[in-house]
Structure formats: structure tokens, C-alpha cells
């Protein structure tokens, strides 16, 4: 009976004799003293490769963002100016029955000189402007001159760079196709008197007549 007993819990005797007398019972009934841990570590590897990862408590620096990162995705700290794109004044008010666009021209590159509008031509200079960042519309080739008022009478004008010249802010309301300016507390429009559609350009009141939503800057 005691042998049958040992053969049915062998593994539970194999456990009790190992903890008590320290040693490991091998198959075949071999027996083999376990040895107590180092107490200090051993300065050479294993003679086998480990299954398990390591876990590192000083992890690679290589995947660590920079200290100092790239600023490529930001916008520019220099964004284009407005004065760097020029354009034609282009109005789509019908002219005559030639199909030609006709461009705001400066008759002559004088102060006190009026504009009107000519049949359009490619980089002409008397055609080609530009606003400032102060709401001038200036030329191109001459950019002391620029587009002025006295009361409703529009004329090119000398103006400063700093933005203080009096009656020389245009501004243009592309959705509506407008061009104008405030004065005092109402807006005037630039246009042209539909019985005189060759000569100077003047201000009006808003709806005076069709000319005024007629303007592309391009």
C-alpha cells in the first residue's frame, strides 16, 4: 500500500523532498543539488539566447522627438504683400460692339491728369496697377501716382508712402464688382456717365447707373 500511495503522488513527493533537503529529483530517479542565486550578477552571457524581451530601464534615445523640431510646416513669417500683384482695371460695361475689354487709362502720367477708359493693352503702362498696403491704387511703372478724388472728380495724384495722402483709398468689393471709397459717412462708386462713356471717370451714388458693378481687377 505505502508503494502504491508514492506512485500515485509522486509528483507531491518530488515537491516535499525538494523543498526540505534542497535538492531536485530528476526522471529516472536522479537527484540533483539546486544551488542558492549569486548574490552578485555574472559578467558573462548565458550560453543560450533568451525566449523572453528585455526590458530596458534606460530605453534608446533614436525614436525621441528633437529638442529642437522643424518649423518647415509653419506659414511664412514673410506672406506676399499686396502690392506685389498688378492688374489691369477692367470694366465688362459695354463699350461698343468691338468685343474688346476696356482698362481704366491714365491719359497722361501727370498729377491732376484724368483717367478713362481705352480698349485694354498687354502690360501697357498707363494701364498696369497695383494696391498698397494702404488702399491706394497706384501705378505700376510710376508709383508716386496714384488714383485720387475731390468731391465726385477722380485724377491721378502724388502720393505719400506712409499711407497720409488725403481722398486716395479705393477699395474693391470683388463679389459685387464695385469700386469705392468712403466719404464721410456714405459711399460714392466709381463709374461712368452712360452718355459719355469715352470721357473721365467719376464717383456716383450707389444704383446712379449701370457702370458701377461692372469692375475686375485681373
Known amino acids: 500500500e505505502i508503494v502504491n500511495f508514492f506512485n ?117 503702362r498707363k494701364q498696369m496697377w497695383f494696391l498698397d498696403e494702404f488702399d491706394n491704387l497706384r501705378l505700376r511703372q510710376n508709383p508716386e501716382l496714384c488714383l485720387t478724388y475731390i468731391n465726385r472728380e477722380v485724377a491721378l495724384g502724388k502720393c505719400q508712402f506712409d499711407g497720409t495722402t488725403e481722398r486716395a483709398k479705393f477699395f474693391h468689393d470683388k463679389n459685387n464688382g464695385v469700386l469705392f471709397v468712403k466719404k464721410s459717412r456714405r459711399f460714392l462708386y466709381l463709374g461712368l456717365e452712360p452718355t459719355d462713356k469715352y470721357g473721365p471717370a467719376k464717383l456716383f451714388l450707389a444704383g446712379q447707373n449701370e457702370s458701377l458693378n461692372k469692375w475686375i481687377l485681373l
Request: glycine share 4%; net charge positive.
Open 8 to 124: 500515485r503522488n509522486s509528483d507531491i513527493v518530488a515537491n516535499v523532498v525538494s523543498e526540505r533537503l534542497g535538492i531536485e529529483i530528476l526522471p529516472r530517479g536522479e537527484v540533483r543539488e539546486i544551488e542558492a542565486p549569486s548574490t552578485k550578477p555574472s559578467t558573462s552571457p548565458a550560453p543560450s539566447t533568451s525566449q523572453v524581451p528585455t526590458l530596458s530601464l534606460s530605453p534608446t534615445q533614436r525614436y525621441r522627438p528633437s529638442a529642437n523640431p522643424s518649423n518647415s510646416q509653419e506659414p511664412s513669417i514673410s506672406p506676399t504683400k499686396r502690392e506685389s500683384r498688378t492688374f489691369q482695371i477692367i470694366s465688362s460695361f459695354r463699350f461698343d460692339d468691338s468685343g474688346r475689354d476696356f482698362c481704366l487709362n491714365a491719359m497722361k502720367l501727370k498729377v491732376g491728369r484724368r483717367v478713362k477708359m481705352r480698349p485694354c493693352r498687354n502690360n501697357f
